[in-house]
């Protein structure tokens, strides 16, 4: 591949990655629109896979993690101890300190 197609073939790369029109790629590097667009249709025909033909999908390997313990203790008083496994809601949170505030009254 020579030079000037491996200049074309960058930039045609770079507009897929970012997902952006021909267009705004073009005129944010300072390119003609129809350059961008003759080579493409040439490194197509030239056997250059389309966009089409290569798919949006790439693959990739998962690996378990171990989970951060979000769990949470209120401590009451010296006799009332909660003990939550998952961190509550804001809500049921409030709750609990408006019951509270009334149980002190």
């Known amino acids: 591949m020579s030079e000037r197609s491996k200049f074309w073939l960058s930039h045609l790369s770079a507009i897929e990655a970012e997902g952006i029109t021909t267009k705004a790629y073009a005129e944010r590097e300072g390119l003609s629109p ?8 040439r490194l197509v025909a030239g056997g250059r896979p389309s966009r089409a033909k290569l798919g949006g999908f790439v693959p990739i390997q998962i690996e378990p993690s171990v989970a951060a313990r979000t769990g949470c203790t209120v401590v009451i008083d010296a006799q009332l101890r909660l003990e939550c496994a998952t961190l509550p809601g804001v809500a049921w949170l409030a709750a609990l300190s408006a019951a509270l505030s009334e149980r002190g009254r």
């Open 34 to 41: 129809q350059a961008l667009y003759q080579w493409r249709k």
